[in-house]
């Protein structure tokens, strides 16, 4: 079955950190790009890094530069999404997702997403 | 890029058409816009991409139209199941990729 699964959230201190991963299943991993989404509660989505296919290249969202760093194994199959410094308003659920096929795309599969909250 | 969504709310029947509009602070390049369906507790589904590409598995009853700067999603006869709050995204290869605020399409 083609799925994303999401682990690693929780409660983490403002100021901590936290590392999300991502299991994927079903296709060849290496040939998409991949993302995480978040979603703070009751607000929309708002778009937060992508890693292309081997790694080499990523973004950040400006609200995360610095503080996130997003990265892959493809041998495993997962993705991650290390946060550090993290502030009250980073609490939100993350869901990761799959870009393009070796390049951009549209986000055509999500995980069912992990909420991260982070307390004062 | 910022992608204005109006309404913000849009209250319609079941069977009745619904048309939810996308606008750009600047051109789309090659019409790199997507949207997205999201229903409460769930991840958000993949509708249309390119602006008019429906994507694998969605209804014909769901249509894009649009380029440059205006996009409107069409949904031409309202399902129950389709109630749910709808977003835009636009895709070109440099970030960030961003979302529209999203608009909630709620049963009158």
């Known amino acids: 079955e083609v799925q994303l699964v999401e682990s690693g959230g929780g409660l983490a201190q403002s100021g901590g950190s936290l590392r999300l991963s991502c299991a994927a299943s079903?296709?060849?991993?290496?040939?998409?790009?991949m993302h995480w989404v978040r979603q703070a509660p009751g607000k929309g989505l708002m778009w937060v890094s992508r890693?292309?296919?081997?790694?080499?290249?990523?973004a950040y969202a400006d609200s995360v530069e610095g503080r996130f760093t997003i990265s892959r194994d493809n041998a495993k199959g997962t993705l991650y999404l290390q946060l550090n410094s993290l502030r009250v308003e980073d609490t939100a659920v993350y869901f990761c997702?799959?870009?393009?096929?070796?390049?951009?795309?549209?986000?055509?599969?999500w995980g069912p997403g992990i909420l991260v909250t982070v307390s004062s | 890029i910022v992608l204005t969504q109006s309404p913000g709310t849009l209250s319609l029947s079941p069977g009745e058409r619904a048309s939810l509009s996308c606008r750009a602070s600047?051109?789309?390049?090659?019409?790199?816009l997507a949207w997205y369906q999201q229903k409460p507790g769930q991840a958000p589904r993949l509708l249309i991409y390119g602006a008019s590409t429906r994507a694998t598995g969605i209804p014909d009853r769901f249509s894009g139209t649009g380029s440059g700067t205006d996009f409107t999603l069409t949904i031409s006869r309202l399902e129950p199941e389709d109630f749910a709050v709808y977003y835009c995204q636009e895709y070109d290869i440099s970030p960030p990729y961003t979302f529209g605020q999203g608009t909630k399409l709620e049963i009158k």
């Open positions: 890693i292309n296919g081997d790694g080499s290249n990523a």
């Open positions: 997702s799959r870009g393009g096929y070796f390049s951009f795309g549209p986000l055509d599969l």
């Open positions: 600047e051109t789309v390049s090659n019409n790199y």
């Open positions: 079903g296709f060849i991993f290496n040939t998409h790009w």
